[in-house]
Structures are given as C-alpha cells and as structure tokens.
C-alpha cells in the first residue's frame, strides 16, 4: 500500500533530491509539496500546495502517512535573527502540526549536527528549540537527521559554504571517533536515508541519526 507523503522544503538543496526520490519510488502517494512558490513540475503523483506557512490551515485536508521536511534558511537571506527562527522554527513547527492535523504519524526532520538548546552558536540553538518543540507534536515516529556540512551545488550562491565545503571534504579522513559526526556528506545521501526510514520506521518515539547512520541508511 503506497504511503501518502508531505514534504516542505522541496525547493533546497536537500528537499530537491527527497522530492525526487519519493517521486521515483511508487510506494509514495500523492506526494504533496507544500511551498511558498510553485515548481511547475508535472508528474502525475505530485499535488503542489502553494501557500504562506503562517496560513498553512487554508490548505485542503489530505490524509497522510508521513511528512518530511527540509526546510531551513541563514540569517544572512532571512535578514535578522528574529527572521531567521521564524522559518527555522516557526515554520517547521507549524507544517508538524499541520501534518499531524491530517494524520501524518511520522514526521521526518533535518536539522544539524551539535544541536544544544544551551550552544552558544545561535544557528544550533534554534535548531534544538525546533528539535524540542517537535517532540510535542505527538508523532508516533519522529526521526530527527542530524547532518554536518551538507555537500553538493545549490541554485543559490553562497561563496563561503562552498570553501566550507572544500575545506571539509580535505579534512574527512581525519574525522574518526568522536569527530565522526562532523563529517560532510551529500544532500542525496541524507535524501536516501530519510525515504528509507519513511519506508521502514521501525520502533516507535523520538530517533537522531548522525553521519554514519545516515550513511548506512543510504
């Protein structure tokens, strides 16, 4: 039975490779893109939700299985702290509740790695605000991927995150132990692992998935 699918975040870097797995894989569907701008992208299992995510009860009612969402931005493109939480936060809290609202039971979420609500970084301590705040939600699975430098070319340019990245992958086979999870990896890995659990969740609650889980999932 084909699982009925939401994701948020599909215009990204890594909401482009799981909108594309989950429209490859026929055990999805509808697949439901909810989204700020259109994608004009035809396919015959893919229902676009054009909508602000502040007004996201305007959308129709659909029945689903699962949501994933990959939403994020900086506090460069938002303008300002306050900004950034709001997407970062705001609206991911807020799509959770709408797909729980329509019956998701497992919400799939991409945060970062060393999230801590007492981190003195302000980018990780939101992301664990939004952590926390999903844990109350009520899905009955909750996978949080908990990603390093994420690896491949966005539409957007952003100079600085691809020395980052540069620098990263010079430094991976140093990386071992504890410093593992600071590895970077593709955004199509962290995409196939999370159409992986969404396919097989196993135990119930609240579950982190770090690089090598990731890798191994994917």
Known sequence: MALAAAIAGAAGLTGQQVLNRLLDDGGFDPVVAVLRRPLHR????????????????????????????????TIRKAGSKEAFRAVDRGYVAAFARWARANGARHFLYVSSVAAELNSANFYLRVKAETERELEGVGFEWLDIFQPSFLLGSREER???????????????FALTGPLERYRGIAAGAVARAMVARAKAPGGEGVRRFLWRDMMELS
């Open 42 to 73: 035809a396919h015959p299992r893919l229902r676009e939700r054009v909508v602000e995510f502040s007004s996201l009860e305007s959308v129709t009612p659909v029945r689903l299985d699962a949501a994933f969402c990959t939403l994020g931005t």
């Open 158 to 172: 952003r100079p600085l995150e691809r020395i980052a990245q540069t620098m990263i992958q010079g430094i991976q």
